[in-house]
């Protein structure tokens, strides 16, 4: 049996009390972005990677679309089956890894939100790998013409935040914007430390990853999770959006 990766171990634990954190309460606001921006009709086919317990997938499926969340943790999507058969809305939910993670048909459009899987890295990952698959993977599973919208984390952030004594002890590479930490969660066990790492991402730096797995990038907006828009990226926001198409 393959072991849980340390981020598939937290968010198991972690299932049960997510949507009570803060950044989870505008999801209608947020969906109602997506549908202006990406132009949905009931019926498009929509792939959310990273989906969690599925927020926004469901509001997707309320509002029409055919939506397919593809989740690391099946902690994560027990909540969403839960909240879809309670919604009475229908989502395909598929349990897989987003670096491996090979769609079985295109979809009309493809989002990647609030660290859905990009980003979050295990302390075996390969940082110049990791998050590349994903965005390969991405590309392959949206249409020619469809789009790909990806929320990340802002290095611009993480390099304000960081410390002399931060870089010194470990805690954060400023050649990679790499930042690692250790946190405590919930297990069948109980409580224990995890060790894990975040990847955040300078604007032009992550517009070339685009480009390098195929996308023609659109648009680059502040992205921190309730304050979706066409706006600028703020230095010490937390994260950011990029928008990009797959060319025809």
């Given at each position: 049996?393959?072991?849980?990766?340390?981020?598939?171990?937290?968010?198991?634990?972690?299932?049960?009390?997510?949507?009570?954190?803060?950044?989870?309460?505008?999801?209608?606001?947020?969906?109602?972005?997506?549908?202006?921006?990406?132009?949905?009709?009931?019926?498009?086919?929509?792939?959310?990677?990273?989906?969690?317990?599925?927020?926004?997938?469901?509001?997707?499926?309320?509002?029409?679309?055919?939506?397919?969340?593809?989740?690391?943790?099946?902690?994560?999507?027990?909540?969403?089956?839960?909240?879809?058969?309670?919604?009475?809305?229908?989502?395909?939910?598929?349990?897989?890894?987003?670096?491996?993670?090979?769609?079985?048909?295109?979809?009309?459009?493809?989002?990647?939100?609030?660290?859905?899987?990009?980003?979050?890295?295990?302390?075996?990952?390969?940082?110049?790998?990791?998050?590349?698959?994903?965005?390969?993977?991405?590309?392959?599973?949206?249409?020619?013409?469809?789009?790909?919208?990806?929320?990340?984390?802002?290095?611009?952030?993480?390099?304000?935040?960081?410390?002399?004594?931060?870089?010194?002890?470990?805690?954060?590479?400023?050649?990679?914007?790499?930042?690692?930490?250790?946190?405590?969660?919930?297990?069948?066990?109980?409580?224990?430390?995890?060790?894990?790492?975040?990847?955040?991402?300078?604007p032009g730096q992550l517009a070339a990853l685009l480009r390098d797995a195929g996308f023609t990038v659109?648009?680059?907006?502040?992205?921190?999770?309730?304050?979706?828009?066409?706006?600028?990226?703020?230095?010490?926001?937390?994260?950011?959006?990029?928008?990009?198409?797959?060319?025809?």
């Amino acid at each position: 049996m393959t072991s849980k990766s340390e981020w598939e171990v937290f968010f198991d634990g972690h299932a049960s009390i997510y949507m009570q954190e803060v950044f989870t309460r505008d999801t209608l606001r947020e969906v109602d972005f997506l549908v202006e921006l990406l132009s949905l009709d009931p019926g498009t086919e929509i792939l959310d990677i990273g989906c969690g317990t599925g927020r926004h997938s469901l509001e997707l499926a309320r509002r029409g679309c055919r939506v397919t969340g593809v989740d690391l943790s099946e902690g994560m999507l027990a909540e969403a089956r839960k909240a879809a058969e309670a919604a009475g809305v229908d989502v395909e939910w598929v349990k897989a890894d987003a670096t491996t993670y090979q769609a079985p048909r295109l979809f009309d459009a493809v989002v990647c939100l609030c660290e859905g899987a990009f980003c979050l890295l295990g302390m075996a990952d390969d940082p110049e790998t990791h998050d590349r698959a994903i965005l390969r993977n991405a590309f392959e599973a949206v249409r020619p013409g469809g789009r790909f919208v990806l929320t990340a984390l802002n290095g611009l952030q993480k390099i304000r935040a960081a410390t002399p004594e931060d870089v010194a002890e470990g805690r954060f590479d400023p050649s990679t914007l790499i930042e690692s930490f250790t946190m405590e969660i919930s297990t069948p066990e109980g409580k224990r430390p995890i060790s894990v790492r975040e990847r955040g991402y300078l604007p032009g730096q992550l517009a070339a990853l685009l480009r390098d797995a195929g996308f023609t990038v659109e648009h680059l907006w502040g992205g921190t999770a309730g304050r979706w828009g066409r706006r600028p990226l703020e230095l010490d926001e937390i994260e950011l959006m990029i928008v990009s198409v797959r060319p025809r």
